[in-house]
């Protein structure tokens, strides 16, 4: 391969690669050699599609329906999507406002595309999930970093809001259950902002793709509010289903028909079979499992929270959703990328360091994902708490 | 729903829809009313995967392989690409070259995301493929037009790069073979144009996503230049797997990380069940049943383009590849999308109008797509014969 260096549109320079990448071939690359690593940094559940979805995926394949869907998804699969926010949220939303995408990606990006022009800036939370603001990136607008930390739950204040919000500002985005932290945003604080952001003539957008996996009372949907918002969601968290790519994007009624004309362009259609298959993701049967399901995360974050207390990282807000864990780790050094690739080296567990979600106190945390066994969480933290005592010997 | 006026972003006045999408809905329309259309208009094979690709996706979804691959693809798959490339090309392309995308919409907009800052110029082919112009305006780009026609066979020549190509131009791309009009560029054009782009410091994108689906001797691909070149190709047209949302990018080694940190961003992966299924599309079988389909749409090539000719339109390059004609209707008047729609309305024949493709001679020309059997092309021909006729009593 030749290693010329590329003339690069300048936009790459502010994509960066995710540092869990890094740790995730490295640890590969142990697995390789023989070694036994503990998974803690996956972002993906563990489980796949239940049976009755995998069994439509299959119909469908079979009997070829595999050609093109409009671009705004399957209708039928439309309704289904209205039909989950009446049956689960008591809303009514119109199917003609749902728009069925390429995973909760293609939805950002349709928002995204029609609502900034170079230079507009979109509030985003430090920490964050990172692709955010590489999509603002993408389309030449400029992501303004909103830090957070545990006294507000991870989540922005409406007073904040209005503070940092400029004459560029054109979008805030949310999200709730969030990545890294797993905290919810209170209905109160979220009504207050929504408000702050439509006098100022901006948009709210709402990640939603965490709902479903929460483990105390269910939150509302924002698109609950009073006011016009876009809201994301997909079918890779809680119905399972990562690699079918599968997601939806709810939007006020007057961007719908750019947000289609864009769809058609930019994706042609979601992937047809995940289509087909998604609409057995709210039958009975489906559901019963992705409730079975949701206790297990429940049990997983029911023991690693106060394990990891126990070990001394600081958890000061217990996660309330998601499958995160947000740990302070500064009782074990000021270099959270340091201090994962010393654990997967000398121990074999592989978690994400906080600088992969910003940079606000990004030096003093990691995450934790429970994206796999109990067994294995207690596996990960009894060589947690093996390495920790070696390290507090040697230092 | 409201009808409030949104504020979209400037792109959205650049981003059209296509006319043939209320053909399409039109011909719907006619046909819920029990009107029999023949749909000559859609630019996706009738044909599915074959059967050991559907068997590939099946035993795919059933083993759970539906978790996120790499984002690059899976490393199997891009193996086989580069397998087919040896094969069908005998070329040695590095498997690290190729990326494997959603569709071939993902991989030109990782290409034109890599290569294009605000105000960059894109060469485009008039008549041309319309996305292709959208893509560039989403990413800020400028889109222009390469009028071409029937007296260089649809394609640009080396003479027309260079007169064309100014300080701000960044990019060429080209189809071979092209749609609307299924021609292709000659060896010696495309390498006189390569060597103009390379010399300006430029891009060539080349789009092959109809290669396979050539009629005569088989074309060789682009990524045997001498210079560095990006490539697009699609498991959509030649191996029949449209909705799956399927294709793959060839880029210059150097553009690869990049490439990557982008794919990893924007999508994650391609489809998980839609790669294990194109696994499956390079054995021997499907092959077999690739090159059987090859044979049918030459057939109908071969009576369509003669039979429009004597019903007088205009055919001056016969399309050697694709599966579309490109026909000058000029003798019909010179509103090309006024006669697209009566021709629906009066004979139930749905095509797709010039202005689709471009503004370049657009009045004067619609798109036959032989994307239906040979009966129904036939009773589509009949039927314009009598259109045609009955006009003529009219006029």
Request: aromatic share 8%; with cysteine; charged share 20%.
């Amino acid at each position: 391969m030749k290693t010329a260096s590329p003339r690069l549109a300048s936009r790459m320079a502010g994509i960066q690669p995710f540092h869990v990448m890094d740790v995730l071939a490295r640890a590969r690359a142990l697995e390789a050699a023989g070694r036994d690593i503990v998974h803690m940094e996956i972002g993906e559940p563990d489980f796949t599609a239940p049976a009755g979805v995998v069994a439509a995926g299959v119909a469908a394949l079979r009997a070829g329906e595999t050609h093109y869907t409009p671009a705004a998804g399957l209708p039928a699969l439309r309704e289904a999507v209205a039909g989950h926010y009446r049956a689960c949220y008591g809303l009514d939303v119109a199917p003609e406002r749902i728009l069925i995408t390429p995973g909760a990606s293609g939805a950002l990006l349709l928002a995204l595309a029609v609502l900034l022009d170079p230079g507009d800036q979109v509030l985003l939370c430090d920490p964050g999930y990172p692709c955010n603001r590489h999509f603002v990136r993408l389309l030449e607008g400029e992501a303004v970093a909103l830090p957070v930390d545990a006294t507000t739950h991870w989540q922005p204040t409406a007073e904040q809001i209005a503070s940092i919000w400029g004459p560029r500002t054109r979008c805030l985005m949310l999200a709730s259950p969030a990545n890294p932290t797993g905290t919810l945003i209170s209905e109160t604080v979220l009504r207050r902002i929504e408000t702050r952001v439509r006098e100022r003539g901006g948009v709210l957008i709402v990640d939603e793709i965490y709902h479903g996996l929460v483990y105390e009372e269910a939150p509302p949907s924002a698109l609950a509010l009073p006011g016009p918002v876009f809201v994301i969601n997909s079918f890779s968290k809680y119905f399972g289903m990562t690699g079918w790519r599968l997601g939806w994007l709810v939007a006020p009624p007057e961007y719908v028909p750019a947000l289609e004309r864009l769809a058609q362009n930019v994706f042609l259609a979601a992937p047809t079979p995940a289509q087909h298959a998604a609409l057995a993701a709210f039958s009975e049967d489906a559901r019963a499992e992705y409730e079975r399901r949701r206790e297990i995360f429940r049990e997983r974050r029911d023991f690693l929270v106060p394990a990891l207390e126990a070990l001394g990282f600081g958890i000061t807000v217990r996660p309330q959703g998601a499958f995160y864990v947000y740990a302070d780790c500064s009782a074990f050094g000021s270099d959270s990328l340091a201090f994962c690739r010393r654990l997967l080296e000398a121990a074999g567990v592989a978690v994400t360091p906080g600088c992969d979600f910003g940079d606000h106190e990004a030096g003093r945390h990691v995450r934790f994902a429970y994206t796999t066994g109990l067994e294995r969480l207690r596996e990960g933290v009894r060589r947690l708490q093996t390495f920790l005592q070696e390290r507090g010997e040697e230092g």
